[in-house]
């Protein structure tokens, strides 16, 4: 599939577009509204055809910005959690904190009282530690899910696989530990709602999220048939990946649900349980509804011992704005627009790098044209999720704005650019240092 080119799910904006837009400054991460509102509508309704039962609640560690958690809420999706600041920017964003649930590996106290206060939802808990913490509180408790550890290898990126067994993230299920779990919840009288487990993110098909759920509808039975206890809700976490580049493409939402429910259910079968079902998706929610707008800066041409030459187009953001290509070797799929209207000539490979001190390649070998110069533009696509969520003030860069593209065609600005003062705030220089 040649680069850039749209496809039945990713956002793209038009040239137009992209110039209007830049003028809201660059580096800008642009949301379309209706593109999400759609995503957003498309997983629900797959996922309620393959199960009734079922809840979709957005991950928004992927994308926290205020609008598009709000856009969320309002399309009917539960919130989660993972920190008391994605709470607290759920809550600023007008949702409830009974629509959402809270995550974490090692919830300090104050987190998981602020969320007991403000009348979470639901806490996910993850280890012993918080479930005496929890158990031993004062007044009314929260719903409780008990993650488990599956032991299923996603086979995806090492940095984004936590349902194997060697994982930090809640209680095995082979060792006993989450048997254990469930009983000490049950003795402590917290009203465990049900059984939780994330397997990785980024799946093109549901393998892993299926052996998953088939895992804990194992562990549910097992559960009935030797203490009783029947669970009400079964979460299978999120993961579904979406199309970066290539024919790296995740298999439809529809079909992605159907192959889960149907493999889940059966599992469920001879248990006579038929919990609700939830899934938890961050990236296929959010992702393919942004795109990140840079300006191009400086183009030059390099010796290249493996290449004979290079050519580097520099971009005004960069690791600051997307660590992903430095953390996970990210691939993306990039489209220029030109400044001043003109028509592109042929196109090359071409490195873009971004502005940073180390050798920041954001985007190796990508086919871009010839004739791009200052002053143009380049829109990397499938940015809306783990992009702003994950900026930084590296080299003392502000972090980019956010804008919104309604559903009018009108854009706002949902995040303002940082300002300066905003990123000196918290210093404090002692005085006579
Ligand atoms: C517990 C949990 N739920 C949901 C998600 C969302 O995953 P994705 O964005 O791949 O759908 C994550 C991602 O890390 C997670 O850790």
Redesign the pocket.
């Known amino acids: 599939m040649p680069t850039g080119t749209a496809t039945e799910t990713r956002l793209v904006l038009t040239d137009d577009q992209v110039r209007g837009l830049a003028k809201l400054g660059t580096p800008l991460y642009v949301i379309d509204e209706g593109h999400l509102r759609r995503r957003i509508r498309r997983y629900l309704a797959a996922f309620k055809s393959a199960w009734p039962n079922s809840e979709l609640t957005f991950?928004s560690?992927?994308n926290s910005t205020l609008a598009v958690v709000k856009i969320a809420y309002q399309e009917g999706l539960l919130i989660?959690v993972?920190s008391e600041g994605e709470l607290r920017a759920a809550l600023k964003a007008g949702v409830p904190a009974s629509r959402c649930h809270l995550?974490g590996n090692n919830k300090k106290p104050g987190e998981i009282r602020f969320a007991i206060e403000q009348g979470i939802n639901q806490i996910?808990v993850d280890n012993f530690e918080e479930i005496e913490l929890i158990g031993g509180l004062e007044g009314k408790k929260p719903d409780i899910m008990i993650?488990l550890a599956p032991g299923v290898d996603p086979k995806t990126h090492a940095k984004?696989s936590?349902g194997q067994a060697d994982t930090k993230?809640g209680f095995n299920i082979a060792d006993g530990s989450g048997e254990k779990a469930l009983l000490r919840c049950l003795e402590l009288g917290l009203d465990v709602k049900g059984y939780?487990c994330?397997v990785?993110?980024?799946?093109l098909d549901p393998e892993a999220q299926v052996s998953g759920g088939e895992l804990l509808a194992q562990f549910a039975t097992d559960m009935k048939a030797k203490h009783g206890y029947e669970t009400q809700v079964i979460n299978v976490?999120?993961?579904?990946?979406v199309h970066y580049v290539g024919d790296a493409v995740p298999l439809s939402v529809e079909e992605y649900c159907r192959q889960l429910v149907a493999s889940i259910s059966k599992a469920l079968e001879p248990s006579g349980l038929r919990p609700m079902l939830v899934q938890?998706?961050?990236?296929?929610?959010i992702?393919e509804s942004g795109v990140t707008l840079y300006e191009v800066g400086v183009v030059k041409t390099v010796p290249s011992p493996t290449k004979g030459h290079r050519v580097y187009v520099a971009v005004d953001g960069g690791l600051s704005d997307n660590p992903r290509p430095v953390m996970y070797g990210s691939k993306y799929d990039l489209v220029a627009t030109s400044g001043d209207g003109r028509t592109f000539g042929p196109t090359r490979p071409t490195t873009v790098s971004g502005k940073h001190c180390e050798t920041d390649m954001l985007f190796e070998d990508v086919m871009l044209p010839e004739d791009l110069r200052p002053g143009d533009f380049v829109q990397v696509l499938v940015t809306g999720?783990?992009n702003s969520a994950m900026a930084s003030n590296y080299n003392r860069y502000q972090r980019p704005g956010t804008a919104l593209v309604r559903e009018s065609g009108e854009a706002v600005l949902v995040q303002r650019p940082e300002s300066w003062d905003e990123m000196f705030a918290r210093e404090i220089l002692p005085e006579g240092l």
């Open positions: 991950a560690k992927a989660d993972a995550h996910v993650r984004i936590t993230f939780h994330h990785g993110s980024q799946l976490g999120g993961g579904l990946g938890e998706p961050g990236r296929s929610i992702g999720a783990y």
